[in-house]
């Protein structure tokens, strides 16, 4: 099953609508075809073959079912931290590397021969595991963060034989919590206001957003009066339509006669 458009080479309707997953939920078929995945196949980095994969875009991970590939004539041989897949007439070998409780095809060659996994240990901290947790418990503070590996507070970061207290984190430091507790210095207060209507206007256009909204706006912008505090916000489609949204609120605070 595959999440990724991009690796088919056509997408025909499937009878399958649905399929169950492992945790008993189920998620939609789009449909299904060939793909083309790369993998570390016989040792280099190549592409292979499927003929009959189902598309499932609501997938987190693309996934090869073992008893699909057995009833293939594929033959598995899972050593604990890896294992090796091969095809019926044993020309074709796959590698598959052990991260967890999941088995991760090779996509790429291994740096280091020494390597058991593709990932560092999970029961030996590393700095690099930290940041990870740090960002998934919402940018926990070092100090609750060290606590709760030692206290065994969440899984899939474990602590064994007290080796968390080799991690430094002395020189952690967290370039987004770094950036959020920036402040800037507040505008001296302005005591004199201006007397007369639309005389000054604070305007401020905020950059293209990525995401159009529902009128398929990509700015706005904000219009303030300084004599009466009175703000519109105007959502512009294009930049060049600043202007006109400027003789809009104008014209819609000249007829305001309370002003």
Not at 193 to 207: A, C, E, G, P, Q
């Amino acid at each position: 099953m595959c999440n990724n458009e991009s690796f088919f080479e056509y997408i025909e309707p499937s009878n399958e609508k649905c399929v169950k997953l492992a945790d008993k939920s189920e998620a939609k078929v789009q449909g299904h075809g060939k793909t083309n995945f790369p993998a570390i196949l016989n040792g280099q980095r190549s592409y292979v073959h499927s003929n009959e994969s189902l598309y499932v875009r609501s997938l987190s991970y693309n996934l090869l079912s073992v008893a699909k590939l057995t009833n293939l004539g594929f033959t598995m041989q899972f050593n604990g931290q890896s294992a090796d897949i091969v095809n019926p007439v044993q020309d074709m070998k796959l590698k598959a590397d052990r991260v967890g409780d999941l088995y991760f095809l090779r996509t790429e060659e291994k740096k280091d021969n020494t390597a058991s996994t593709v990932s560092t240990s999970m029961d030996t901290p590393s700095p690099s595991d930290f940041q990870k947790w740090h960002a998934r418990l919402g940018r926990l503070n070092k100090i609750d963060m060290m606590n709760a590996i030692k206290n065994f507070s969440f899984e899939g970061l474990k602590c064994s034989n007290l080796k968390c207290s080799n991690i430094d984190i002395s020189n952690f430091d967290c370039e987004i919590c770094i950036k959020g507790k920036l402040t800037k210095s507040p505008f001296k207060n302005v005591h004199s206001r201006s007397n007369v209507t639309l005389k000054i206007l604070h305007t401020d256009l905020y950059r293209p957003m990525k995401v159009k909204s529902i009128g398929n706006a990509r700015y706005f912008i904000t219009f303030i009066d300084d004599k009466t505090g009175w703000t519109e916000v105007r959502f512009p489609k294009n930049k060049s339509e600043t202007w006109e949204k400027f003789k809009e609120v104008k014209n819609l605070l000249e007829r305001q006669i309370w002003l």
